[in-house]
């Protein structure tokens, strides 16, 4: 077996933490069958986030802090608990493996809370941690997250440097596959697919699954591969569309109403 196929299941997704890893295999029930109602189906964690990192064996996992200190983590059976480090704002793991002529590494950023870091978003994600990046441009901020059936930015770089017209991949955990090309100065937008199945239409449904965006490099006889790891959710317009068509349709009979008794009090006149 060689280096590529070792490294094929290497990748960093969320466990636990504000929401439980059951988001991620919520789609459909055991026997096939439509799932319950998906607010039913997610549990809240008060304890601290965990990620799984399959294939952790032999990966160097640090965890960046807002002011761009860094300290190391250890998987344990694949699991990574994230420490508290005492601030909040957006911190990354940053996983890697060198093989040689092969060097891979995952990022994932991650909010946690704690007394203000008084430091930018932007500081940390335009910060180098690995050779090869994939990079959120923007990074997701206040209460913004990434939702399907929305257009994010992502910028590819290699050791500081924007890598023009270069292919790049966005893929879901509900199986939806996006192909992109970055443009001359290493950004590319990408449209997050519409992709979770039984959504109801006006019905609040909370979600989320994982999506990976990644890219290979060759450069002076060593592959790179990296990948930006995120989770998304339902977009919220399947149901605030639906309640604000029903707002909509309250005011209008209210009004209709108001006219209708001022045109019978007129004609009692």
Known sequence: MNKRELTTGFMLILLSGTV??????????????????????????????????????????????????????????????????????YHAIVAEKDWGDLKEAIVRYEYLRGKPSKQSPTRLSGSQKTDFEVVPAPIPRGHYRYYSDQEWGFLLRFRGNPVPNHPIVMATANGSEVKGVTDGEGLVRMHIPDDFPNVVEGERDKRGAELTVSAELVSEGITYQSMLSAEYRVNQQHWKSFEMGLLVVGLGMLAGGYIGRKKNNKGSK
């Open 20 to 89: 439980s890893h059951a988001a991620q295999a919520q789609t459909t029930s055991k026997d096939g069958t439509a799932p319950t109602p998906p607010e039913k189906q997610m549990q809240h964690h008060r304890g601290p986030k965990q990620l799984t990192l399959v294939g952790s064996a032999g990966a160097d996992i640090k965890i960046w802090k807002p002011d761009l200190s860094t300290l190391p983590l250890t998987a344990k059976m694949d699991t990574i608990t994230i420490p508290s480090t005492g601030v909040d704002n």
